[in-house]
């Protein structure tokens, strides 16, 4: 059964800081992976998308590379900002073209001004 | 920019109610999906569609209903609220497989 682990559960950085999320799965038999930021009490704003043939993606500050025969997945965030502050969440398609997704608990992060 | 829209965002009900879970979508996507997550824990799927009048359970199992009678709306329904669903419930709808656009959410308070 397929799982997916993010360390750390909760980061706090200092502004301007460069750094990275991990999610770590069971399975490496997936379709493409998928992080998302979510805010308190809101739903999830996808960031980036990488398809199982892919090795990693970008948009803007944000780096996310896919290792599908190690089981992980990091995303790198740059410069960091306090607006960067949100819970980051991995999500990975195991069905296929069912699109079925299974979440990571996520990573808490807050930046400090 | 996604168009998908849950209403209502927060609702406080007694137990025994029955209550409707609105979620809409503009961008024609044909297949959507319901997830459950409880405060700081991950997201769990409930139901999805990959059509009209195609529904079907997710991997968490459920006490609410879902229809699909429009390709834009996909509602949830639970017919006697208990304070065990008190959760909130994220609607989603997914252009290729494994790319989904969410809702804010629906937070669920039962009493």
């Known amino acids: 059964k397929q799982e997916v682990t993010q360390i750390p559960a909760a980061l706090s950085v200092p502004e301007g800081e460069n750094l990275v999320l991990n999610c770590s799965f069971t399975?490496?038999?997936?379709?493409?992976l998928q992080w998302f930021r979510q805010d308190p009490g809101k739903g999830l704003t996808s960031l980036l998308l990488?398809?199982?043939?892919?090795r990693e993606q970008t948009s803007g500050r944000l780096n996310a590379s896919l290792d599908k025969s190690s089981g992980r997945s990091t995303l790198y965030i740059a410069a960091s900002q306090p607006g960067d502050s949100a819970t980051y969440l991995c999500?990975?398609?195991?069905?296929?073209?069912?699109?079925?997704?299974?979440f990571g608990k996520g990573t808490k992060l807050s930046v400090k001004p | 920019e996604a168009d998908i829209y849950q209403t209502p965002r927060y609702l406080v009900i007694g137990t025994g109610k029955k209550i409707t879970l609105e979620c809409s979508q503009t961008?024609?996507?044909?297949?959507m999906y319901w997830y459950q997550q409880d405060p700081g824990m991950e997201l769990h799927l409930i139901h999805y569609?990959?059509?009209?009048?195609?529904?079907e359970k997710g991997d968490l199992s459920s006490e609410s209903t879902v229809s699909r009678i429009r390709t834009e709306h996909f509602p949830l329904t639970l017919e006697s609220a208990r304070p065990s669903h008190t959760s909130q419930y994220l609607c989603?709808?997914?252009?290729?497989?494994?790319?989904?656009?969410f809702g804010e959410g629906s937070r669920l308070t039962v009493l």
């Open positions: 569609s990959y059509g009209v009048n195609s529904t």
């Open positions: 999500a990975l398609n195991y069905g296929g073209s069912q699109g079925n997704l299974i």
């Open positions: 989603a709808s997914s252009p290729s497989p494994g790319e989904l656009f």
């Open positions: 961008m024609g996507h044909d297949k």
């Open positions: 399975d490496s038999a997936i379709y493409n």
């Open positions: 990488i398809q199982s043939s892919q």
